[in-house]
């Protein structure tokens, strides 16, 4: 639900408040999450692979230490490999 992914991307912290904020104005005629998400990776609040976390995960992970996670990059045996922002 929008609620749901609303909640979820406040929970996960990739945005600012102000760009959160931003984001909630975006969603607020959508009444499908995965329209609202659409448009939130439109404005290029997110990527398109966060927004499938956002949409398809309990508690998705956007960070590993330093590092906000963009987009799953590769896969493979010995692990996965992300595109991720140094913050």
């Given at each position: 639900?929008?609620?749901?992914l ?7 912290r ?9 984001a909630c ?11 609202g998400a ?7 609040l ?11 995960t309990?508690?998705?992970k956007?960070?590993?230490g330093?590092?906000r996670?963009?987009k799953?990059?590769g896969?493979?045996?010995?692990g ?5 922002f140094?913050l």
């Amino acid at each position: 639900s929008l609620a749901s992914l609303i909640e979820r991307l406040k929970a996960s912290r990739l945005l600012s408040a102000e760009q959160f904020d931003q984001a909630c104005r975006l969603l607020d005629n959508d009444s499908a999450a995965d329209h609202g998400a659409l448009r939130l990776v439109k404005a290029e609040l997110i990527t398109r692979w966060q927004a499938r976390q956002l949409l398809t995960t309990d508690k998705p992970k956007f960070f590993i230490g330093q590092y906000r996670l963009q987009k799953e990059i590769g896969r493979g045996s010995m692990g996965v490999v992300y595109r991720a922002f140094h913050l």
